[in-house]
């Protein structure tokens, strides 16, 4: 079967680029977040025009009422009394108000009675913001799809039959309703009703500017609403990339710094005045830089120590070989050979040490724990040493104080910690000593601890015998028999199942060191 894992992490990658295509730029998409709400607001401007259709509907019906009501007052007047009538309401209700009889004369107009009660404006002569206000209008109104009402045109003949409301009110003797629109685009509406039964008609024509101005000042007062929105918006934005992004430059910087090693005493900023996420951001890279650090320390530590240890039986192995050739005594030349397969043994030791000490921790970080019986894991070990022969006559026993002595870990490390513990015992003691392994259980921990008689770990050693390559030897040991990894790796493997590897103070009955081993209890 193919391996696809390249072409799902290309989709994957694929798809976190389109998932918010605004740039990398933490700023830009927290600006995009909170304008795109503006955005949307800002296209509730379009709705303006249900608003305005709203209003011409209800003008509609309010012209119909008063061209009704006035042809039934005109109905069955006087001449006089018509005239009188179209005039006061025209100048009254800013109308234009046409009376004409049954074959379709005009045979009164309030313009003509009195003086006009409106004029439609000329959009030549009007200024600037006028002309903007109008563009804005015919701009909302193509993006709506709003129909455009035809243009008022004053017909040449006076006739009734040249306005098509006045045409089918005559057929049909229904009051009927027409919108136009002004030179300067505001609506005009027409409502034509019949007067009386003889067959007379009534126009009349208001030019409805007051709509188009109410649309302004709503769309006006919208606008002013979401500029200042808008403007809170983009400060209170940039303040919070600010807050957000300048931080997290500083410590983008501050890492790779790290990362190129160019200021080794650089320090990543901790913002211990930040008590957010950033803050603590801010102190997990700082810590985990300062763990980095030491363990860089540690590793540097670690491979000086190694040339160290390793330059020793390298130089004498070199030398002995170097010496062998122009050596002619038997005894001599055998003594050459013993050293050399002695330094080729301590090379080894030292290899296989610092390969095991140095994977450890990997090792651990990926085992499966198991249920271990400390008190039996030491007997085994003492066991097969003994079997071994290994103890150098030391007498070596295990005490168990209690019978529940079960610990979580990985059982071939558990054992290595007894093995080095038992060989460190008998290194120090003297041949044919006692060595005591005491198993016993206080709250939630299991401890062992391995005591022998040697000559003991002054107060102030008991830190130095668990660093690597500690070079204190026991008394008369020939030299290169221990790498000095033994305790530091066992406190290593310790640590690593939550436990410790201390010194103690000894029993007086033996007077030597005490190593004590503590693991949390099953």
């Known amino acids: 079967m193919a391996d ?118 000329d959009p030549v002569a009007e200024p600037f913001l006028e002309d903007l206000a109008r563009w804005t209008d015919s701009a909302v109104n193509i993006a709506v799809g709003a129909p455009s009402p035809p243009r008022y045109v004053e017909p040449e003949d006076t006739a009734a039959d040249n306005w098509p409301e006045l045409a089918r009110v005559r057929q049909q003797g229904l009051s009927q309703i027409e919108l136009r629109r002004a030179p300067d685009g505001t609506p005009v509406i027409n409502a034509a009703a019949p007067v009386g039964v003889n067959g007379a008609s009534l126009l009349t024509t208001r030019n409805a500017s007051d709509i188009t101005q109410a649309v302004r000042n709503a769309r006006s007062s919208l606008m002013t609403i979401i500029m200042l929105a808008l403007a809170v918006s983009i400060v209170l934005s940039l303040y919070l990339a600010s807050t957000i992004i300048q931080p997290l430059r500083r410590l983008v910087i501050s890492t790779q710094r790290v990362r190129l090693g160019r200021d080794r005493e650089v320090e990543v900023p901790r913002m211990d005045e930040r008590a957010d996420e950033i803050g603590l951001l801010a102190r997990a890279v700082s810590d985990m830089t300062a763990t980095l650090r030491h363990r860089i320390d540690a590793v540097e530590t670690f491979a000086a120590d190694v040339a160290h240890e390793i330059k020793n039986p390298l130089a004498s192995l070199r030398s002995a070989t170097e010496s062998l050739p122009r050596v002619k005594e038997p005894k001599l030349h055998a003594q050459l050979v013993e050293v050399a397969a002695h330094d080729v043994r301590r090379i080894d030791r030292l290899v296989t040490e610092i390969s095991e000490a140095s994977r450890i921790d990997a090792e651990l970080s990926r085992a499966t724990f198991e249920p271990v019986e400390l008190g039996q894991l030491f007997a085994n070990v003492v066991s097969r040493k003994m079997e071994r022969s290994e103890n150098r006559g030391c007498v070596i026993t295990i005490d168990m104080d209690t019978t529940r002595d079960l610990v979580m870990g990985v059982p071939l490390r558990l054992e290595r910690i007894a093995e080095n513990l038992i060989d460190n015992a008998v290194s120090f003691s003297p041949e044919g000593g006692r060595i005591t392994v005491t198993i016993s259980r206080a709250g939630g921990r299991v401890s062992a601890t391995v005591c022998d008689e040697g000559p003991g770990i002054p107060e102030a050693e008991r830190e130095k015998v668990f660093r690597r390559f500690h070079s204190h030897r026991p008394e008369g040991e020939e030299y290169g028999n221990h790498s000095g990894l033994g305790l530091a790796i066992g406190r290593t493997i310790a640590e690593a199942h939550d436990g410790s590897l201390s010194v103690a103070d000894p029993p007086d009955s033996l007077g030597g060191a005490c190593l004590v081993l503590e693991l949390p209890a099953a």
């Open 4 to 121: 696809d894992s390249g072409d799902t992490g290309l989709q994957a990658s694929r798809l976190e680029r389109l998932a918010f295509p605004v740039g990398r730029s933490l700023t830009a998409r927290i600006l995009a977040v909170n304008l795109i709400p503006l955005l949307v607001l800002a296209g509730s401007l379009f709705f303006l025009d249900s608003y305005r259709r709203q209003l011409l509907d209800e003008r509609f019906k309010l012209a119909r009422i008063e061209a009704q009501i006035t042809a039934e007052a005109l109905a069955g007047a006087t001449r006089e009394r018509q005239e009188a009538l179209l005039s006061q309401i025209g100048r009254e209700q800013r109308m234009r108000m046409r009376l004409y009889d049954a074959s379709g004369a005009l045979i009164a107009d309030s313009f003509e009675l009195d003086a006009p009660s409106f004029t439609f404006d």
